[in-house]
């Protein structure tokens, strides 16, 4: 069973800097895409990145382009988003996923809390 905990979270002004961090429990890691998702309140789940098994390819959502960066340790089965130049409309629930392929997510994390403050 595949099980993903986010971690890094919190509560920053415009500007600042947050890294989350996903644990990924399971034998599917260093074969699986992993990516980060996030929902602001009223809105839809809304994809913010993601990376291949091997890291050496990544794709961003063009809203966190040249702020974000995925990247992953398959060593220690960890995913992280480093968020940088963090704006309020950044606020939201930030969820991990993994899954097999491009588009196929199967698997969740239970979300973290980012919170930008103007």
């Known amino acids: 069973q595949v099980q993903l905990v986010e971690s890094g979270g919190g509560l920053v002004q415009a500007g600042d800097s947050l890294r989350l961090s996903c644990v990924v429990s399971?034998?599917?890691?260093?074969?699986?895409?992993l990516g980060w998702f996030r929902q602001a309140p009223g809105k839809e789940r809304e994809f913010a990145a993601a990376?291949?098994?091997?890291?050496?390819?990544?794709t961003y959502a063009d809203s966190v382009k040249g702020r974000f960066t995925i990247s992953r340790d398959n060593a220690k089965n960890t995913v992280f988003l480093q968020m940088n130049s963090l704006k309020p409309e950044d606020t939201a629930v930030y969820y991990c996923a993994a899954g097999p392929g491009a588009g196929t997510w199967l698997h969740w994390g239970q979300g973290t809390q980012v919170t930008v403050s103007s």
């Open positions: 399971g034998r599917t890691f260093t074969t699986y895409r």
């Open positions: 990376t291949i098994w091997s890291g050496t390819s990544t």
